[in-house]
T-cell receptor, first 114, second 116 residues
């Protein structure tokens, strides 16, 4: 079945460091891929998405490219800030019989120190 | 405009009691989804609706769980005879179009359920 495997955390970085959070997926057909973020005390917010192979999603300095050949959607940011401290979730939305449901990874806790 | 709202935000109940969790989606959104999130895990799908029709309830863990959306707007997730293993964050989301793989789901703040 459809699933997402996400790099385990926690990840601790200094401000202005480079961030990569790995995400790979298993899916039938061609899913859409998402990164959601949960800031402390808040709900899940969409960070970025890509709906077809080779698409790049970007927002707030974060980027992720949909790589069909490696079934990956890694999240990157060139220079993190303290305000980026949050839990990041990779997710996929399948097609066919599971249309509509999101499959989430376990989440990666990111802490950025000044 | 207003986002997805859920109530109550926190619910503590005793084992064996019934609970009802409410979700008010973004106005005009066709699809409404329910997820459950255990501590340290990602959300897991429970069920979803297009308008008032329940499209997929295969994620509901057993027959103590049910959901309805009678007028195609507000939805209620009901858990009967609660058990301690039902303790989790229950999240609701809505999306504008009928369920598609590309549409963005917007999440509410969640209801934290604790069963004693």
């Amino acid at each position: 079945g459809d699933s997402v495997t996400q790099m385990e955390g926690p990840v601790t970085l200094s401000e202005e460091a480079f961030l990569t959070i790995n995400c790979t997926y298993t899916a039938t057909g061609y899913p859409s891929l998402f990164w959601y973020v949960q800031y402390p005390g808040e709900g899940l917010q969409l960070l970025l998405k890509a709906t077809k192979a080779d698409d790049k999603g970007s927002n707030k300095g974060f980027e992720a490219t949909y790589r069909k050949e490696t079934t990956s959607f890694h999240l990157e940011k060139g220079s993190v800030q303290v305000s980026d401290s949050a839990v990041y979730f990779c997710a996929l939305s399948g097609r066919g019989s599971t249309l509509g449901r999101l499959y989430f990874g376990r989440g990666t806790q990111l802490t950025v120190w000044p | 405009g207003a986002g997805v709202s859920q109530s109550p935000r926190y619910k503590v109940t005793k084992r064996g009691q019934d609970v009802a969790l409410r979700c008010d989606p973004i106005s005009g959104h066709v699809s409404l989804y329910w997820y459950r999130q255990a501590l340290g895990q990602g959300p897991e799908f429970l069920t979803y609706f297009n308008y008032e029709a329940q499209q997929d309830k295969s994620g509901l863990p057993n027959d103590r769980f049910s959901a309805e959306r009678p007028e195609g707007s507000i939805s209620t997730l009901t858990i009967q005879r609660t058990e301690q293993r039902d303790s989790a964050m229950y999240r609701c989301a809505s999306s504008l179009a009928g369920s598609t793989s590309t549409d963005t789901q917007y999440f509410g703040p969640g209801t934290r359920l604790t069963v004693l």
